[in-house]
């Protein structure tokens, strides 16, 4: 069974914006820009059961399109960084449709999520890179930002085991809008099953 995890994708040319960021780090494995995204919440390996308990609830979300931007970078592991990342400015619609995914998820049995959500953009893995070239990196780039984007939709997503960083297939996308039709979303597109 695939890691899976609930996300937003990443316009192209936002993508590219970001991909301007790779190189001048030694140490960094960058992540491929066709695999940038925002995470909103990590569900692991679980049974296909499970997993199509989420897609039926995920599928239900009822919430409108909204903008978000990038905005800043930034390192995880403040002595011993282990990623560089790009912010994401606030925005109480993602923060509300990614409580929602975490109340979902805790409803059909997943434990909490133990990490407090930080919406960001993975750039790069880092192993054995020496605190002052991150820090050179990091002050050399403090100023990115991107205009917003609309986000119309969110995805459900898969990685295979690997040290991080993708390969990401997109399982299912459900979109968001501000006026509903009525219209039954999954009669439209088929849902994949995973048992």
Known sequence: MPRL???????????????????????????????YHIT??????????TADEVV?????????????????IGSFGSKKPHSVWAGV????EMTALQAEIERICQRVGLPPDPRKFMPHVSLARL?????????????????FHTL???????????SKDSVGGGPYLTEEGFPLSEVRTGTNRSSVEPMKSFV
């Open 5 to 35: 995890f609930t996300a937003l994708e990443i316009p192209r040319n936002v993508a590219l914006s970001l991909s301007l960021l790779r190189g001048g780090l030694p140490g960094a494995r960058w992540i491929d820009v066709e695999n």
């Open 127 to 143: 192993k054995a890179c020496r605190l002052d070239d991150v820090v050179r990196y990091l002050a050399g780039r403090g100023d």
């Open 89 to 92: 400015s606030p925005s109480q």
């Open 148 to 158: 917003p984007f609309k986000v119309s939709r969110f995805v459900l997503m898969s």
């Open 40 to 49: 909103l919440r990590f569900i692991g390996d679980v049974d296909g059961r």
């Open 56 to 72: 039926d609830r995920l599928d239900r979300i009822d919430r409108p399109e909204f903008q978000v931007s990038l905005n800043g």
